[in-house]
């Protein structure tokens, strides 16, 4: 019996990681979730747990719009500000929700050891909510010291349009 405490507390130090999460909150002016004319804006709140009230970053921080080829079709793509993630899902999307469906219109891409969350066609035009779970090896705040370092790192990003494809 003593065996498999021993064991169990082993194998439990061994495979500790730290995780946080990130609302996504996409928004029109006339609250459509199928589709509409106008492009919905987009916020981040920061959770280090699944179910905090979390701390938001200004509307379009951290997002930006890429065009496609030389089309009028755009994505837009916000940083989860997840550096070093070895594990992003989603944890939740809004029930009933009619515009945004995985791999189709939105998903999460990793560009070397960043994660974003993509979205596209009908599902940029809809409010709509993504929570995006990432697990980390190393606690959160040895990248990022404080949320006005995340805040910072987003209006950056904002402002310099990463170009990712």
């Known amino acids: 019996m003593l065996k498999i405490f021993l064991l169990l507390i082993a194998t439990t130090t061994l495979v500790t990681t730290f995780h946080q999460y990130r609302d996504v909150i996409c928004k029109t002016k006339d609250g459509r979730n199928r589709g509409g004319a106008e492009k919905a804006k987009c916020s981040i709140s920061l959770k280090s747990e699944e ?12 997002c930006y719009v890429e065009r496609l080829g030389r089309g009028k079709e755009t994505r837009e793509i916000c940083d989860l500000v997840c550096p070093k993630a070895h594990t992003v899902f989603v944890a939740h999307i809004d029930i009933g929700h009619r515009a945004c469906f995985n791999y189709y219109n939105y998903e999460l891409i990793q560009q070397k050891d960043e994660w974003f969350l993509m979205r596209s066609g009908e599902c940029a ?3 709509i909510t993504f929570r995006i779970g990432c697990k980390f090896d190393s606690p959160f705040n040895e990248t990022y010291a404080n949320d006005e370092a995340v805040f910072a790192h987003l209006r950056a990003r904002r ?4 170009r990712l494809f």
Not at 51 to 62: H, I, Q
Not at 159 to 162: N, V
């Open 51 to 62: 179910f905090d009230r979390g701390r938001s970053a200004r509307v379009g921080d951290g």
């Open 159 to 162: 402002s310099r349009g990463l």
């Open 125 to 127: 035009n809809s409010t």
